[in-house]
């Protein structure tokens, strides 16, 4: 079975159940990276910016901005008690995967991958990264908050059996693209509290830019 298939059953609830507390106790921006570097990279803009979150867990995150930013936001996860909860908050959060996006194409100004592709079936990469582009309108920005290697690694998902997670630099699924220009990419502990040098504890915040270089330049 895939690992999507197993989230989408039970494992999506089973995170949710584990980490409902947690995630209502944090003090957002304050505790949220990705947050931080969304308020950073913001433009001032007149017109309400669509964001979708992939793996948005409850809708926390895109409540916050809907609440803050004025943001029009939109969710998909594969939790159905999480999507539920989300809903309920307001937010047009569908169950399902990265994998598979029921969005227009160019619909979003910005599109987050909220702490979820480590879990993804590596031979759903390159779909996860094509419909992420598809939906992401030109000029638009891809922030992600994910695991991070150097090197991609795998190892054992310690919730479930027969479940890898899985570590690499996921930048790479779109900067090979020219239409794609990372300008942030910090690397710290997991806790999101300080730096470290172990390797294991390594999360990654990245901002990435897609716009259209000019050809003759």
């Known amino acids: 079975m895939k690992q ?9 609830d089973a995170w949710f159940t584990r980490n409902q507390q947690s995630v209502a106790t944090r003090k957002l921006p304050d505790d949220d ?10 433009p001032v803009n007149t017109r309400k910016l669509k964001v979708l979150e992939v793996g948005c867990g409850d809708g926390t995150r895109l409540a916050w901005l809907k609440d803050n930013l004025h943001t029009d936001c939109y969710g998909i996860e594969p939790s159905a008690q999480a999507a539920a909860a989300a809903c309920a908050k307001g937010i ?14 160019r619909s979003f100004d910005i599109v ?17 990264a094509s419909e992420a582009d598809r939906v992401l309108h030109v000029p638009g920005w891809l922030i ?7 090197i991609p690694r795998a ?23 020219p239409d794609y220009e990372c300008t942030t990419h910090k690397v710290r502990h997991h806790s999101e509290i300080d730096h470290t040098d172990v390797p294991d504890e390594w999360v990654a915040v990245s901002v990435l830019r897609k716009y259209q270089r000019d050809p003759g330049a």
Request: glycine share 4%.
């Open 4 to 12: 999507k298939e197993i989230f989408l059953q039970s494992e999506g």
């Open 92 to 105: 047009n959060v569908q169950q399902g995967t990265a994998d598979v996006l029921p969005f227009d194409n």
């Open 144 to 150: 992600m908050m994910d695991f991070y290697s150097p």
């Open 155 to 177: 190892r054992a998902y310690h919730h479930r059996p027969g479940v890898q997670s899985y570590k690499m630099d996921y930048r790479t699924l779109f900067t090979w693209h």
């Open 33 to 42: 990276a990705l947050l931080r570097e969304i308020i950073d990279f913001l």
């Open 112 to 128: 987050i991958f909220g702490f979820c592709l480590y879990l993804c079936d590596r031979e759903d990469l390159f779909r996860i």
